[in-house]
């Protein structure tokens, strides 16, 4: 009978395992998400709404009155003798004196050690098997998280590839901006210099290069006009 029992304790409970904006006209940006559309998106996939979070752990009572299983009514059941073990009235005494004194208590309140075994058998397996869902749903949290998390590293991606794509595209636009200026300046080089050659002609000479420029064209003519 014994053997029976304290194999069903020992047996019930194996071990648990650990788990915008537009595009360019160019055409070369990407559409940007914008900023209150990705805040949407993002909330949507928030795991602390309480819908895949575990449920609040319950205290020892609660759990022994929602097992399958329900501990036996007794007057004497094992949580009593382990009161009765840490009374001030044992304290201090040694463990043979205790154990006797205990088991005096127990025959004279017509306890039966059957009764109070099947009771501690019993209450842990309720624990055992509340331990097992506990662990499982923490488990298929975590599974959840990790989802989400994947998917919000990838949203993420997704956005900074696009902001890059922008950011690269207005460097693009400063660069070809900045050619096309340096492009002018050198034509404006040529309109000064073909301006200042056809001013030219119209002062007298007095040996200066006609491709001294405007100004000195302007001060030959300043010059003439003077005498």
């Not at 949507?44 to 709404?49: I, V």
């Not at 994947?150 to 794509?165: C, F, S």
């Not at 595209?169 to 070809?176: I, K, P, Q, R, T």
């Not at 007095?206 to 001060?219: D, M, P, Q």
Request: overall charge negative; aromatic content about 4%; glycine content about 8%.
């Amino acid at each position: 009978m014994w053997k029976r029992m304290l194999q069903l304790s020992n047996g019930n409970h194996e071990g648990l395992s650990a788990n915008g904006h537009d595009a360019e006209s160019n055409g070369r940006v990407p559409a940007v998400i914008a900023p209150d559309e990705t805040g949407a998106r993002l909330a949507g996939l928030s795991a602390t709404n309480g819908e895949h979070a575990p449920a609040m752990l319950a205290d020892f009572e609660q759990i022994y009155l929602g097992g399958a299983v329900k501990p036996p009514r007794l007057a004497y059941g094992v949580l009593k003798v382990s009161d009765m073990l840490n009374s001030a009235h044992l304290c201090g005494m040694p463990p043979e004196s205790k154990r006797a004194a205990l088991m005096m208590a127990l025959d004279a309140g017509g306890a039966k050690m059957e009764d109070i075994l099947q009771d501690a058998i019993v209450r842990q397996r309720v624990l055992n098997e509340y331990e097992d869902a506990r662990q499982r749903d923490l488990q298929s949290f975590e599974a959840s998280i990790q989802e989400q998390n994947r998917t919000l590293q990838a949203e993420m991606e997704r956005i900074t590839g696009q902001y890059m794509a922008r950011m690269q595209s207005n460097l693009d636009e400063v660069a070809h901006a900045q050619d096309s200026f340096r492009v002018w300046q050198k034509r404006k080089q040529q309109e000064v210099q073909r301006i200042a050659g056809a001013a030219d002609c119209c002062v007298p000479e007095n040996g200066a290069a006609a491709s001294a420029g405007l100004t000195v064209v302007l001060e030959r003519a300043s010059s003439a006009a003077a005498h």
